[in-house]
T-cell receptor, first 109, second 118 residues
Framework: DAKTTQPNSMESNEEEPVHLPCNHS???????IHWYRQLPSQGPEYVIH???SNVNNRMASLAIAEDRKSSTLILHRATLRDAAVYYC??????????FGQGTTLQVKP | GAVVSQHPSRVICKSGTSVKIECRSL??????MFWYRQFPKKSLMLMAT?????????EQGVEKDKFLINHASLTLSTLTVTSAHPEDSSFYIC??????????????FGSGTRLTVV
């Protein structure tokens, strides 16, 4: 399983963009980069995932480095509801997800 | 779409008893289900992977006789914590994915079960 490195915590102001980085230098060529987030006492929620190209959905954007050794989750306008632990997980599209420590995002009003 | 229901959300049981947690996929067929546990302020730890109709595959260090997993149908998987002890108190979470899940969908997680053994 590929190892990931994420900042333990980050802060953002409400309504501002947030860039959450993740290093996954040992990722295999077929692993997707998954992002999930978890609020306290809840199950993780899917955010986005991609393989090589940048991806956009209604929740966020995912920017993947050309060498695929890192990626950045972009929340375009943070809200208080975006405060959560964000996990970056390299995995196949059908394999198991192994969670790292994640980044705790605090959003200040 | 892609909803997973986990029940119960909270359970308190006496030491030595067994507890069953259910995980249901409501609107898709879950060919693979995963079970995790999470201690306070820690990340999720994968316990086992189950495929419908097959025996579960347990991660290293997880006692298969203590954590019984059954995935008898494409919409239901159960985790039974047998002879529970206080150290089994944790937040248990299931996840599911279907063979026909669209490629731009991720894995769907249940809302978790808080188990307290007294």
């Amino acid at each position: 399983d590929a190892k990931t490195t994420q900042p333990n915590s980050m802060e953002s102001n409400e309504e501002e963009p947030v860039h959450l980085p993740c290093n996954h230098s040992t990722i295999s060529g077929t692993d997707y980069i998954h992002w999930y987030r978890q609020l306290p006492s809840q199950g993780p929620e899917y955010v986005i995932h991609g393989l090589t190209s940048n991806v956009n959905n209604r929740m966020a954007s995912l920017a993947i480095a050309e060498d695929r050794k890192s990626s950045t989750l972009i929340l375009h306008r943070a809200t208080l509801r975006d405060a959560a632990v964000y996990y970056c997980i390299p995995a196949s599209n059908t394999g198991k997800l192994i969670f790292g420590q994640g980044t705790t995002l605090q959003v200040k009003p | 779409g892609a909803v997973v229901s986990q029940h119960p959300s909270r359970v308190i049981c006496k030491s030595g008893t067994s507890v069953k947690i259910e995980c249901r996929s409501l609107d898709f067929q879950a060919t693979t289900m995963f079970w995790y546990r999470q201690f306070p302020k820690k990340s999720l730890m994968l316990m086992a992977t189950s495929n419908e109709g097959s025996k579960a595959t347990y991660e290293q260090g997880v006692e298969k006789d203590k954590f019984l997993i059954n995935h008898a149908s494409l919409t239901l998987s159960t985790l039974t914590v047998t002879s529970a002890h206080p150290e089994d108190s944790s937040f248990y979470i299931c996840s599911a994915r279907g063979q026909l899940t669209p490629i731009n969908y991720g894995y769907t997680f249940g809302s978790g079960t808080r188990l307290t053994v007294v």
